[in-house]
């Protein structure tokens, strides 16, 4: 008995495609904004192999001597320095005062807690030139001149409300019932805190306190207005914006964008360890 094959009827080019593209959609998406973001990255990746005497606009050759050499350029490791001692002093008071705000916030009721919320957010929402401008003022009232230490205390400021929103967040979906145990298990306040409440809310401040690095390392603005004489990273490049920003600076950008990069997927693999135990 010999079987007749029934032709399968084959859909217009124009609704395969729309097929195609609604079960494909966040994929694409996905891909396009995901080449957005890291167009800017590949080149300045590209450009710090670049072989450029003073002015790195256009490709001249491919070396390796910027990477052997970052200091290379005058005063970009200066630059650097002082934006990571600023940043390493501002995240470290930033994160303490913060994750203590938030613990108090998320925690505990007290009269001015609500009016406290709005205050923490306000750092956040005014446009940095009214805030940069703003302390300016205000150091220059109290007699205290532009430089490294204003520009610290800058930085403490608006990293503090970053670091309370996010440790905030992360007391808010601990289970409470963790703690409960503890203490039925005949643990005291002190040691519930430091066994099971830190623990778990660790992961929240080590993002917060990442997240305020990156904050006060790459910000120009309020730095611009407060840092006086004292030169960043970010001030660096703004200055040789025109000329060309030298390539050992792409070579700084590159290695801190490798870094972060290496933090953020080690932390990840190290959350996927612990979820598995």
Same mark, same amino acid.
């Given at each position: 008995?010999?079987?007749?094959?029934?032709?399968?009827?084959?859909?217009?080019?124009?609704?395969?495609?729309?097929?195609?593209?609604?079960?494909?959609?966040?994929r694409i998406y996905a891909v396009v904004g995901f080449t957005y973001l890291f167009i800017p990255v590949l080149y300045t990746f590209a450009f710090s192999f670049?072989?450029?005497?003073?002015?790195?606009?256009?490709?001249?050759?491919f070396t390796f001597k910027n990477w052997q050499n970052p200091c290379g350029a005058p005063e970009v490791c200066d630059a650097? /320095?002082? +934006?990571?001692?600023?940043? #390493? !002093?501002?995240?470290?008071? $930033? =994160?303490?005062?913060g994750t203590m705000i938030a613990f108090a916030?998320?925690?505990?009721?007290?009269? /001015?807690? +609500?009016?406290?919320?709005? #205050? !923490?957010?306000?750092?956040? $929402? =005014?446009?940095?030139?009214v805030l940069g401008a703003s302390l300016l003022a205000m150091f220059l009232n109290f007699g205290i001149n532009p430089g490294f230490w204003p520009t610290v205390i800058a930085h403490i400021m608006f990293?503090?409300?970053?670091?309370?929103?996010?440790?905030?967040?992360?007391?808010?979906?601990?289970?409470?019932?963790?703690?409960?145990?503890?203490?039925?298990?005949?643990?005291?306040?002190?040691?519930?805190?430091?066994?099971?409440?830190?623990?778990?809310v660790a992961p929240g401040i080590a993002g917060a306190a990442l997240l305020a690095f990156s904050l006060s390392f790459d910000d120009f603005i309020i730095t611009?207005?407060?840092?006086?004489?004292?030169?960043?990273?970010?001030?660096?490049?703004?200055?040789?914006?025109?000329?060309?920003?030298?390539?050992?600076?792409?070579?700084?950008?590159?290695?801190?964008?490798?870094l972060a990069l290496f933090i953020v997927l080690t932390g990840e693999l190290i959350g996927r360890k612990r979820r598995k135990r």
């Amino acid at each position: 008995m010999s079987t007749v094959e029934v032709p399968v009827p084959t859909l217009p080019f124009g609704k395969r495609f729309t097929r195609w593209f609604g079960r494909n959609t966040i994929r694409i998406y996905a891909v396009v904004g995901f080449t957005y973001l890291f167009i800017p990255v590949l080149y300045t990746f590209a450009f710090s192999f670049n072989d450029s005497a003073k002015s790195n606009l256009t490709w001249v050759g491919f070396t390796f001597k910027n990477w052997q050499n970052p200091c290379g350029a005058p005063e970009v490791c200066d630059a650097l /320095g002082n +934006s990571i001692r600023i940043g #390493l !002093i501002a995240t470290t008071v $930033a =994160t303490i005062l913060g994750t203590m705000i938030a613990f108090a916030l998320g925690r505990h009721r007290f009269r /001015g807690r +609500s009016a406290t919320n709005t #205050l !923490i957010f306000l750092p956040m $929402a =005014t446009p940095e030139v009214v805030l940069g401008a703003s302390l300016l003022a205000m150091f220059l009232n109290f007699g205290i001149n532009p430089g490294f230490w204003p520009t610290v205390i800058a930085h403490i400021m608006f990293c503090i409300s970053f670091v309370v929103v996010t440790v905030k967040a992360r007391i808010a979906s601990l289970d409470p019932r963790l703690e409960q145990a503890a203490m039925d298990l005949y643990a005291n306040e002190r040691e519930t805190f430091r066994r099971i409440t830190l623990p778990l809310v660790a992961p929240g401040i080590a993002g917060a306190a990442l997240l305020a690095f990156s904050l006060s390392f790459d910000d120009f603005i309020i730095t611009n207005f407060n840092s006086g004489t004292i030169n960043t990273f970010p001030k660096f490049v703004y200055v040789s914006a025109g000329r060309g920003i030298p390539a050992q600076a792409n070579v700084v950008g590159s290695s801190m964008f490798f870094l972060a990069l290496f933090i953020v997927l080690t932390g990840e693999l190290i959350g996927r360890k612990r979820r598995k135990r």
